[in-house]
């Protein structure tokens, strides 16, 4: 018997890899079960044995190579695993810090959760044990039942929205804001939350533009081109009404909130549009104030009416112009705002 490594051979190397591969398809077309995993221990156990014995207690050359990369792939996916689990738990941290702070309680999403779980799983034991497979649907029908009431939507849209906050991802975090109910809304919490949201989705990405960037990384289309000089063209045009005004410039910053362009003043001065077929402005004006000037006014979406009252469509760089008395009123706001902070 041996022990060790198995002497490199070359030529046995290229010879299993031709003629022995020819002849290996040959007789596997051939004889019946050829090939075939266990084969070997009924046609001759004596060699089957001797062969397994042998595989386990030599080793090769290309069995170093697996070894070696199996183990880069083990360290990579044990490093990629690490950081996941330190990024989940760093999140989870964040939230119930959040929790704290808001004062929201969000486990009543649980409960319903624990019940459907265990009811199933109590229907996967009980197939042959007609106890647990009641006891398992009575279970799913309570955790159907909470499910169904207000305060488990609630939790889990404050959960939901907490979750996208610490991501930095604040457009889904007021999506689900959103969609809590009325009464919630009315709560200290929600405005809380609103303001939090309103001030770190500005400065989280403000305080890095030296430099304005024209630029749309979603929606890669052929009219990326026109639709970059729109926004250098309301940017200057803004610029423009600023210079005129005697405002300072400098805390003017543009940047893209998912599909939407922000054109900011310490805060969001408006919201546009301007990428994909609907091209338009979102806005908090009456609209008393606006239908005198000839603008052409949509309902916004469920997501955008949380926020803003209308839609002006955008249909040349002129209606900028138009909403000059509206652009100074915010920014005068704004300065207002920022310097009552500090």
Request: charged share 25%.
């Given at each position: 018997m041996k022990v060790g490594m198995r002497k490199p051979s070359l030529k046995k190397s290229v010879k299993a890899r031709t003629i022995g591969k020819a002849k290996r398809s040959v007789k596997k077309a051939v004889i019946p079960g050829y090939g075939k995993k266990g084969m070997g221990w009924v046609k001759d156990p004596k060699k089957a044995a001797y062969n397994k014995v042998y595989n386990k207690t030599t080793f090769g050359v290309n069995d170093i190579v697996r070894v070696a990369s199996s183990n880069k792939s083990t360290k990579k996916q044990n490093y990629k695993r690490s950081n996941n689990s330190n990024s989940v738990a760093r999140s989870g941290n964040k939230i119930l810090?959040?929790?704290?702070?808001?004062?929201?309680?969000?486990?009543?999403?649980?409960?319903?959760?624990?019940?459907?779980?265990?009811?199933?799983?109590?229907?996967?034991?009980?197939?042959?044990?007609?106890?647990?497979?009641?006891?398992?649907?009575?279970?799913?029908?309570?955790?159907?039942?909470?499910?169904?009431?207000?305060?488990?939507?609630?939790?889990?849209?404050?959960?939901?929205?907490?979750?996208?906050?610490?991501?930095?991802?604040?457009?889904?975090?007021?999506?689900?804001?959103?969609?809590?109910?009325p009464e919630e809304k009315e709560k200290e919490p929600y405005k809380i939350m609103l303001?939090?949201?309103?001030?770190?989705?500005?400065?989280?990405?403000?305080?890095?533009?030296?430099?304005?960037?024209?630029?749309?990384?979603?929606?890669?289309?052929?009219?990326?081109?026109?639709?970059?000089?729109?926004?250098?063209?309301?940017?200057?045009?803004?610029?423009?009404?600023?210079?005129?005004?005697?405002?300072?410039?400098?805390?003017?910053?543009?940047?893209?909130?998912?599909?939407?362009?922000?054109?900011?003043?310490?805060?969001?001065?408006?919201?546009?549009?301007?990428?994909?077929?609907?091209?338009?402005?979102?806005?908090?004006?009456?609209n008393q104030e606006l239908e005198g000037n000839e603008f052409i006014l949509e309902q916004p979406s469920k997501a955008e009416s949380g926020r803003y009252k209308n839609r002006i469509v955008f249909t040349s760089i002129e209606i900028i112009g138009s909403l000059e008395n509206y652009i100074i009123e915010e920014i005068h706001k704004s300065i207002e705002e920022m310097n009552n902070s500090r």
């Open positions: 810090e959040l929790e704290n702070t808001l004062g929201v309680d969000t486990s009543a999403k649980n409960k319903p959760a624990y019940c459907v779980y265990l009811g199933l799983f109590l229907i996967i034991l009980g197939t042959s044990i007609s106890a647990l497979l009641i006891f398992g649907i009575v279970l799913d029908i309570i955790g159907m039942i909470l499910m169904s009431k207000k305060s488990y939507w609630n939790a889990y849209r404050w959960n939901r929205a907490m979750l996208m906050y610490v991501k930095n991802d604040y457009l889904k975090c007021e999506t689900y804001l959103n969609k809590l109910s303001n939090l949201l309103k001030d770190d989705s500005i400065r989280a990405e403000t305080e890095d533009f030296e430099k304005v960037t024209v630029s749309n990384c979603l929606n890669k289309t052929n009219n990326i081109n026109i639709e970059s000089d729109i926004e250098s063209e309301v940017y200057n045009k803004i610029k423009n009404i600023l210079e005129s005004n005697n405002v300072d410039i400098e805390p003017l910053k543009m940047r893209h909130t998912g599909v939407y362009t922000d054109i900011c003043y310490f805060n969001i001065l408006f919201r546009l549009k301007l990428n994909g077929k609907k091209r338009y402005i979102l806005s908090n004006i009456e």
